[in-house]
């Protein structure tokens, strides 16, 4: 299987922070989603794999080209749509269709038309006069429409309204419908990851977490609730995240659920009634507190 | 979040919308459509061909199993499951059986649309 892109032994230092060893990738026609606190990482992710930032150790291949040796010939074929991007403010959203257009001979005009109609953008306007929802459709429009095999999306939903949130998801589900296209997103908003990506891939502090398919990562985790009263070293073991006592009852998630789980429990004495699975923001959360070991 | 795909499909086959022998959409189809991730709708095509409820053939896609009985079949299971339910729910209470069979009987009592098998005398064949 082609990989859109693949990471090996990457390092990058910055005076306050250092991502290291991030070895990860991504299949051709897969979406991946990014999480991770702010400070995690995942900017310093995407802006190598565009070749914005060179990595001080490792490889990093996109499609094929080394980076950032061949960024000029991978470059047409990435979409990078940042919030922090600049539009030329005196400028019509036209004008920068346009542009793109010149550069990038793939655009499609037709696609273009109908994104400017789903999101609700006015080409004729200035873009100095958008709203944020309506700059951030109007990068993504600019992005989109050249068909790239390969979306980097920094944050591409945050800040949106409900209703410009679902236009935004439902362009990007647009590109499930091509094998050959590919998107690594990253976001704060975990609904948006566990909707959309088929792998989820988890920073914190530089580091790479974890990174698997979504319903394997999201099936090692339960919520477990027991009647009695938790042993003090129940917190020591490994496959639980947190143990927490309220009242008669203890809430346990265990970040590496098995089925043997509610019989060594009840061995303790505690009577599981309850065995739930848990939504990503939860797992995030919870991981993030109890330090984010793999 | 599989589980919901799944139940849907299940819900539209038991409603009668899906036939038997009827062609599911191909998975990325009903991925971008429904703005969930391939890998949910994969999983979700896994279990329902698991569960009886789909058949998928190489290169050809899914359809909707061809048995006749499939509707009912899935609504018995629905009942079964709420009866299980019902029977854990029964016993954290503590209740005894004849406490809980008079409860049962009562809401069958107070429930208008569940009638009696001198009413409907093929109501047990099926």
């Given at each position: ?12 230092r ?35 794999l ?27 074929d ?11 403010r ?36 200035a ?10 459709k ?100 490994p ?28 061995s ?27 | ?18 036939s ?35 058949c ?71």
């Open positions: 299987m082609t990989a859109a892109f693949s990471l090996s032994g990457i390092a990058k910055y005076p306050h922070f250092a991502l290291q060893d991030i070895s990860l990738q991504l299949p051709e026609g897969q979406i991946m989603g990014l999480v991770g606190v702010n400070g995690a990482g995942k900017t310093t992710l995407l802006r190598l565009t070749g914005l930032a060179a990595p001080d150790a490792g490889e990093v291949q996109v499609l094929g080209h080394r980076l950032p040796e061949e960024q000029v010939a991978a470059k047409r990435i979409g990078f749509a940042s919030e922090d991007m600049r539009l030329y005196s400028q019509t959203l036209r004008w920068h269709m346009t542009l793109v257009q010149r550069i990038f001979p793939a655009w499609d005009e037709t696609y273009a038309d109908e994104l400017l109609r789903r999101f609700d953008l006015r080409a004729e306007q873009v100095g006069g958008f709203s944020h929802g309506q700059r951030v109007a990068l993504l429009l600019l992005c989109l429409a050249r068909r790239p095999r390969l979306l980097l999306l920094d944050e591409p939903t945050t800040g949106l309204d409900p209703v410009a949130r679902i236009e935004v998801l439902e362009a990007l589900s647009d590109v499930l419908r091509d094998e050959q296209r590919s998107v690594l997103f990253s976001s704060h908003n975990t609904h948006d990851v566990e909707q959309l990506a088929d792998t989820i891939t988890f920073l914190h502090n530089g580091r790479l977490v974890d990174s698997a398919d979504k319903e394997s990562f999201l099936d090692r985790w339960r919520r477990v609730v027991c009647q009695g009263t938790a042993p003090a070293d129940l917190q020591q073991w496959e639980l995240a947190s143990v927490r006592n309220s009242g008669s009852l203890v809430e346990i998630k265990a970040r590496h659920w098995n089925e043997q789980l509610p019989d060594r429990l009840a303790l004495g505690l009577q599981v009634q309850r065995v739930d699975s848990m939504a990503l923001e939860d797992i995030f959360v919870t991981a993030v507190r109890s330090g984010a070991v793999a | 979040m599989y589980q919901q795909i799944v139940d849907q499909i299940t819900a539209r086959v038991m409603a009668g919308d899906w038997p022998g009827q062609s599911l959409p191909s998975i990325r189809e009903l991925a971008a459509g429904s703005q969930v991730s391939v890998i949910t709708v994969r999983r979700a095509y896994e279990e329902l061909e698991r569960a009886g409820v789909i998928t053939r190489p290169g050809k896609g899914s359809v909707v199993a061809e048995r006749s009985s499939l509707p009912t079949t899935l609504m018995k299971d629905e009942l079964m499951r709420h009866l299980e339910a019902l029977l854990a729910s029964a016993a954290r209470l503590g209740l005894d059986k004849q406490s809980l069979s008079r409860l049962i009987e009562q809401a069958i009592e107070s429930a208008a649309d569940i009638p009696s098998a001198a009413d409907n005398p093929q109501g047990n064949e099926r």
